[in-house]
């Protein structure tokens, strides 16, 4: 069983780039299920319902998200009968939309489970780690598969040795920078910080380079907006045998390296 994650898609450079090369990547790497998180997909804040169906008509099967879940604030009307979206679990209970859901792929259930770290949000969202622990609990699926959305990195760490052994795999979003410690912790769950952004290459992490640079310069407002030029695709290949997991493998295509593989 291959899963594929993609990092943040981010705007519309972030989805052509979907749909220029993620079947090719699918082929390559023999993918039996994708995941990608998709809450900077719309001009860079939320998801849209048209953008929502645009990735899953290319080839994505399931979506997570973060702390810009409600950017779109139209996302309330739809994401309840979203059956391939997956917010947050450590939102507030009445909030819309599922964190965790099960997916039947061949015969295997993969669970994909969505975290916001509390980091830099104290107090807005319920703790990662006791709400991760209620849904470990309950989980009887054959892989287990968590993207924790959240700035810190050793948040990050910290996380994926707390529940090493419990799940299958932790990746980290949200930094839009890919980092390059994936591993096998000592029990086995794969593990990598941060998958890296799908989008703009040559901006602010996704935004026109030119507003944010403007307020770190300045300190004063600035509107910033989804960058455009050529982009990045970031993602990372985990390959299970016996639903453990046994290797992975980081993508990042950059014209630096001419979209290579």
């Known amino acids: 069983m291959n899963i594929l994650f993609i990092g943040d898609i981010f705007g519309r450079v972030g989805r052509d780039m979907i749909d220029q090369h993620l079947q090719d990547i699918k082929k390559k790497y023999e993918v039996d299920f994708v995941i990608a998180n998709g809450e900077n997909t719309t001009h860079g804040k939320g998801l849209s319902k048209e953008h929502y169906d645009e990735l899953l008509n290319l080839g994505i099967n ?14 309330v009307d739809w ?14 209970k009445y909030a819309p939309g599922k964190g965790t859901r099960v997916f039947d792929v061949k015969g295997t259930k993969i669970q994909v489970t969505n975290i916001l770290g509390r980091v830099f949000y ?7 780690v006791e709400v991760m622990e209620g849904i470990v609990q309950e989980s009887s699926a054959d892989i287990h598969f968590v993207d924790i959305h959240a700035d810190a990195t050793a948040e990050k760490i910290c996380f994926g040795y707390e529940f090493d052994g419990q799940i299958s795999a ?21 593990y ?3 998958v890296g952004m799908c ?10 380079k030119k507003n944010v640079t403007w307020k770190m310069k300045t300190g004063l407002p600035a509107r910033f907006e ?36």
Request: glycine share 8%.
């Open 62 to 75: 399931c979506i997570t998200m973060g702390n810009h879940t409600f950017d779109q604030h139209k996302i």
């Open 79 to 92: 994401m309840d009968d979203a059956n391939f979206l997956v917010r947050p679990a450590n939102l507030p």
């Open 122 to 128: 104290p107090g807005i969202v319920n703790h990662p």
């Open 170 to 190: 932790l990746v980290g979003t949200h930094t839009h920078v890919q980092t390059a410690d994936d591993r096998l912790l000592d029990n086995g769950t794969a």
């Open 192 to 194: 990598l910080t941060d």
């Open 199 to 208: 989008g703009p290459y040559n901006q602010a992490i996704g935004m026109d």
């Open 226 to 261: 989804a960058g455009e030029g050529p982009g990045q695709l970031c993602a990372v290949v985990i390959r299970f045998e016996n639903n453990k997991a046994k290797s992975m493998q980081r993508i990042m295509m950059t014209p630096d390296n001419n979209y290579q593989f």
